[in-house]
């Protein structure tokens, strides 16, 4: 079963403009990553953030984790045609549910 | 070598042939997971591999699949009598216990006609 459901599924912005992607999960975590996949075939990872952290910054991307709500959030500042991908969040549980499970993803576009 | 390599990169088969995949996980790495994503779909946990724990197999979807992983290295995905919802491609991933998250391969993109 998936345990993160991203929000929204699709994403249309102009270059330049930023991207927020979310993502919520029903159990326990030790970390939430994200991902970014372009063209159907191997991922990236991007970022890691781990459960007794809220927030985290590389480069243009800003992840936030707030616990209490299961959720995160992806930004993306200073969006370029580049970043057009398929991104994904993944959780990796704790205790028995330790291994890591992926949403469904969100397309961004990005349109120049 | 320096990613993670799948082979092969493509495959074609007839219904109810054997496949069997591979994936050569980055050197020292001890923990590998097969997923399997369907076009345009997110990724189904098939399986992973930790260090000489036992693998959890929980998301083989079905007794045709099994996977093994010998010397905590190189790891083959075998799929028996192959049918065409097997059609996908098969991703494999690698970590250390140290990294910030995994390195995935290309994928094996298998299709069964």
């Known amino acids: 079963s998936q345990q993160g459901e991203e929000d929204p599924q699709a994403l249309s912005i102009q270059e330049g403009e930023n991207a927020t992607m979310n993502c919520s999960y029903k159990t326990s975590i030790n970390n939430l990553q994200w991902y970014r996949q372009n063209s159907g075939r191997g991922l990236v990872h991007l970022i890691l953030i781990r459960s007794n952290e809220r927030e985290k910054h590389s480069g243009r991307l800003r992840v936030t984790l707030d616990t209490s709500k299961k959720s995160s959030s992806l930004l993306i500042t200073a969006s370029r045609a580049a970043d057009t991908a398929s991104y994904f969040c993944a959780t990796e549980g704790t205790g028995a549910n330790s291994k890591l499970t992926f949403g469904k993803g969100i397309t961004l576009s990005v349109r120049p | 070598g320096a990613g993670v390599s799948q082979s092969p990169s493509n495959k074609v088969t007839e219904k109810g042939k054997d496949v069997e995949l591979r994936c050569d996980p980055i050197?020292?790495?001890?923990?590998l997971y097969w997923y399997r994503q369907s076009l345009g779909q997110g990724l189904e946990f098939l399986i992973y591999?930790?260090?000489?724990?036992?693998?959890?197999k929980s998301g083989l979807p079905s007794d045709r699949f099994s996977a093994e992983r010998t010397g905590g290295s190189v790891s083959t995905l075998t799929i028996q009598r192959t049918q065409q919802e097997d059609s996908a491609v098969y991703l494999c991933?690698?970590?250390?216990?140290?990294?910030?998250?995994?390195?995935f391969g290309s994928g094996t993109r298998l299709t069964v006609v």
């Open positions: 591999f930790q260090g000489n724990s036992a693998p959890d």
């Open positions: 991933a690698s970590s250390s216990l140290r990294a910030g998250g995994y390195t």
């Open positions: 050197s020292g790495h001890t923990a």
